[in-house]
C-alpha cells in the first residue's frame, strides 16, 4: 500500500462533506445563502465532539477554568465600552467597474481581483450586524449580534468571582454562537459570517501575563496535534506592532497550512486590563479582585484563548483527508478515500456491519449492535449499516473516518466470534463476542 502524498482540493472535500452528510450549504433550495452552511447528521457529531474535547481538556480536566453560556443580545453601552462600535472595522474598498468589495488588506495589488476595475478609497467598515429590541425600529431600540462571546465573560466577571470564590489565576470558559458581517468570506466554512466560539478569559496578576500567555500558547497547539493533527502544519504567528487590536499587550495566531496557505485556526491574546476597565469605567460598578497576600484590590490582566469550532473542524477535516492507492482481490488498483480522524472526534465510533443482507444474520448482527450500542463503554455514536456489498460499506465507513469496522459473518453463528477492521491500517482480527465490547472500548482510547 502506497500513500499518495497531495494537497487537498476544497472542491473535493466539500463534495464529500454534502454527499455524506457533513456540511451542507444552507438555503440550498432556494440557491442558497452565500457564507452560510448547515451541519448534517455526521457533521454535527463531528462538531459536537470538537466542542466536547475542548470543554473536557480545558474545563473538566482543570480546577482552575469555570463555565458560562451568556446572551447574545446584550446591553448596547456594552459594546460602545469595549470599543467595538468605534474600532471593530475593516477597510473597505468597492470596484468602480464590477462593484464588488474587498477588504483592502487582504488584495495583493491595487485593482480589482475580479476585473481588473479601479478600486475605490478605503473607508473603514463596522463588522457588527445591528438589530432593534422591540417593535420600534428606533436608535433607542438599537443591538447588535455579538462578534465575539469574551464581553460576556468580562461583564460577568463579578457575578462568578462571587459565585465560585476563585482565586487567582482562574478563567471562565464559553462556547457560543457569534456574527461578524465579513466583507469578503470564502473557502468553504474558513471565513462565514455566523460562527461558534470557544473562548477563554484566563485572569492573572499583573506581571505574571506573559508567563501564562506563553503557557497558553503551548497547550492550545498541544490540543490540535493531541488530536492527531500534524504538528509540521501548525505554525505560531506573532503579530506586529501595527496589527495589534486597541486592547493587545501581545497576540498571536495559531496558523494551519490550509490548501490555499496559512490561515488562522485561533488567536491567544494578552489583553492585559482593558476590559475590565473599560466596564468599570461605563458601568460603575467595581470589577476588581481583592488580593488576600498582599491586602489589595487589584484589576487582573486577561490572558485570552479564542478558538472558531468552525474552523477547527475545516482542520481536523483536511489534516485527516487521505487518499491512498491499494490493490484489489483482482490485481487491480484503486484510490481509497479515509479521514483518519481521532477516535475521540469520529463522528461514527463504531460500525457494525453483517456480511449481506441473509436474514439468518440478521438477528445476530442487531443482537450485536443492541450489546455495543447499549453498553455504555462506547463513548459515541454507533452506526449499523446492511446496505449494498460489504466492499462498499467498508469504503462508505473510510470516508466518513469511522475508527472500527465489526462484521458479522456467518462462521459468526457458529463461533460466536465477529471480525473487528481497523480503518486505517485495514488490519482484521477475531474476536469473540463475549470480549467486543471490552476489545472496542481499548482500541477507541488506545
Not at 70 to 96: K, Q, Y
Amino acid at each position: 500500500m502506497v500513500t499518495t502524498e497531495s494537497r487537498v482540493d476544497l472542491d473535493k472535500l466539500a463534495s464529500l462533506c454534502k454527499r455524506r452528510g457533513f456540511i451542507f450549504q444552507s438555503s440550498e433550495i432556494y440557491g442558497g445563502l452565500a457564507s452560510t452552511w448547515d451541519y448534517g447528521p455526521l457533521g454535527v457529531e463531528l462538531k459536537n465532539n470538537v466542542k466536547n474535547s475542548w470543554w473536557r481538556t480545558f474545563v473538566w480536566s482543570r480546577d482552575d477554568i469555570v463555565g458560562l453560556d451568556a446572551s447574545i443580545l446584550m446591553h448596547p453601552d456594552v459594546w460602545r465600552a469595549s470599543g467595538h462600535v468605534g474600532n471593530f472595522t475593516d477597510p473597505l474598498v468597492e470596484c468602480r467597474q464590477c462593484h464588488q468589495r474587498f477588504r483592502e488588506d487582504h488584495l495583493e495589488g491595487p485593482s480589482c481581483p475580479n476585473c481588473g476595475g479601479d478600486l475605490t478609497e478605503a473607508r473603514q467598515f463596522n463588522l457588527m450586524f445591528k438589530t432593534f429590541i422591540g417593535s420600534v425600529e428606533d436608535q433607542a431600540a438599537e443591538a447588535y449580534l455579538r462578534p465575539e462571546t469574551a464581553q460576556g465573560i468580562f461583564v460577568n466577571f463579578e457575578n462568578v468571582l462571587n459565585a465560585t470564590r476563585k482565586r487567582l489565576p482562574f478563567g471562565i470558559a464559553q462556547i457560543g454562537k457569534a456574527f461578524r458581517n465579513e466583507i469578503t468570506t470564502g473557502n468553504f466554512i474558513f471565513r462565514t459570517r455566523e460562527f461558534e466560539a470557544m473562548e477563554i478569559e484566563y485572569f492573572v496578576m499583573p506581571g505574571e501575563d506573559e508567563e501564562a500567555h506563553d503557557k497558553w500558547i503551548e497547550d492550545c497547539v498541544g490540543w490540535y496535534t493531541g488530536l492527531g493533527v500534524n504538528p509540521d502544519r501548525i505554525r505560531v504567528r506573532n503579530h506586529d506592532a501595527d496589527e495589534l487590536s486597541h486592547y493587545s499587550k501581545a497576540t498571536c495566531d495559531l496558523e494551519y497550512l490550509y490548501p490555499w496557505g496559512w490561515g488562522e485556526i485561533q488567536g491567544v491574546a494578552n489583553r492585559t486590563d482593558y476590559d475590565l476597565k473599560a466596564h468599570s469605567e461605563a458601568s460603575g460598578q467595581n470589577l476588581t479582585y481583592f488580593d488576600q497576600d498582599s491586602g489589595q484590590r487589584i484589576v487582573p490582566y486577561v490572558i485570552e484563548p479564542a478558538a472558531g469550532v468552525d474552523r477547527s473542524v475545516m482542520t481536523f477535516l483536511v489534516d485527516a483527508y487521505t487518499e491512498e492507492e491499494v490493490s484489489t482481490p483482482s490485481g487491480k488498483t484503486e484510490t481509497r478515500v479515509l479521514l483518519k480522524l481521532h477516535p475521540e472526534l469520529a463522528p461514527v465510533k463504531v460500525a457494525i456491519l453483517p456480511l449481506s443482507r441473509n436474514e439468518r444474520l440478521a438477528p445476530t448482527a442487531r443482537k450485536v449492535f443492541q450489546t455495543v450500542r447499549t453498553s455504555g463503554r462506547i463513548p459515541g455514536f454507533v452506526q449499523y449499516d446492511d446496505t449494498q456489498s460489504i466492499g462498499r460499506r467498508y469504503r462508505r465507513q473510510d470516508e466518513i473516518g469511522t475508527p472500527l469496522c465489526v462484521t458479522v459473518d456467518f462462521d459468526t453463528i457458529d463461533d460466536d466470534a465477529v471480525t473487528i477492521r481497523y480503518r486505517d491500517t485495514m488490519e482484521q482480527v477475531r474476536v469473540p463476542i463475549s470480549e467486543l465490547v471490552e476489545r472496542l472500548s481499548q482500541d477507541l482510547v488506545a
